[in-house]
């Protein structure tokens, strides 16, 4: 794979730079003359710039393989999340997952917007419907429904009250619309 290629390439830069540094401490480890310091800190500055390197090479390895998991997981339709420690096993999509996918398709809105801090109205039904289905369709807590949506529990208690209020409004034939 890829990634797998990048990362060992990477790897072995960082070893041989580690040698590097290495082999300096010991060529120079006991002189406290200032030209010896003037050379080792010269080696561990380059070495610094050749990690820093390392460092912008992997994080655009990780940016390709991320972007191509996302591709994947586009095609097929779905989020399936990695079990750790199988290669290649997969667990199914989640209660939870699903109703957010179920109330994304139905308000248009995407799990994206339901997780930003923007307050217009389709997006506040949305958040809501999800905080209200997934409390009572699945045994997750307030607290747990709040970091899937990066809020405060007392803000997904809140939206789940006033999706209440609605639903018992709509079946007492009051009618609020969903829009």
């Given at each position: 794979?890829?990634?797998?290629?990048?990362?060992?390439?990477?790897?072995?830069?960082?070893?041989?730079?580690?040698?590097?540094y290495?082999?300096?401490l010991?060529?120079?480890?006991?002189?406290?003359?200032?030209?010896?310091?003037?050379?080792?800190?010269?080696?561990?500055?380059?070495?610094?710039?050749v990690?820093?390197?390392?460092?912008a090479?992997?994080?655009v390895?990780?940016?390709?393989?991320?972007?191509?998991?996302?591709?994947?997981?586009?095609?097929?339709?779905?989020?399936?999340?990695?079990?750790?420690?199988?290669?290649?096993?997969?667990?199914?999509?989640?209660?939870?997952?699903?109703?957010?996918?179920?109330?994304?398709?139905?308000y248009g809105?995407?799990?994206?917007?339901?997780?930003?801090?923007?307050?217009q109205?389709?997006?506040v039904?949305?958040?809501?419907?999800?905080?209200?289905r997934?409390?009572?369709?699945?045994?997750?807590?307030?607290?747990?429904?709040?970091?899937?949506?990066?809020?405060?529990?007392?803000?997904?208690l809140?939206?789940?009250?006033?999706?209440?209020?609605?639903?018992?409004?709509?079946?007492?034939?009051?009618?609020?619309?969903?829009?």
């Amino acid at each position: 794979m890829l990634h797998e290629f990048h990362e060992e390439k990477i790897r072995q830069q960082c070893k041989e730079a580690d040698l590097k540094y290495r082999a300096l401490l010991i060529k120079h480890g006991h002189l406290l003359c200032d030209e010896a310091l003037k050379a080792a800190l010269d080696e561990v500055n380059g070495l610094r710039g050749v990690m820093e390197n390392l460092l912008a090479q992997l994080d655009v390895a990780i940016t390709d393989v991320e972007a191509e998991r996302n591709r994947l997981i586009a095609r097929q339709g779905g989020e399936n999340i990695k079990v750790a420690g199988i290669k290649g096993a997969r667990v199914p999509e989640s209660k939870a997952q699903k109703i957010i996918r179920e109330i994304s398709a139905e308000y248009g809105v995407t799990f994206d917007a339901m997780r930003s801090t923007k307050r217009q109205r389709p997006i506040v039904r949305a958040k809501q419907a999800c905080f209200y289905r997934i409390y009572n369709e699945t045994n997750h807590s307030f607290p747990t429904i709040a970091r899937m949506f990066k809020l405060d529990h007392t803000t997904v208690l809140h939206g789940y009250n006033k999706e209440r209020e609605r639903r018992e409004a709509e079946n007492n034939g009051l009618g609020q619309s969903r829009s």
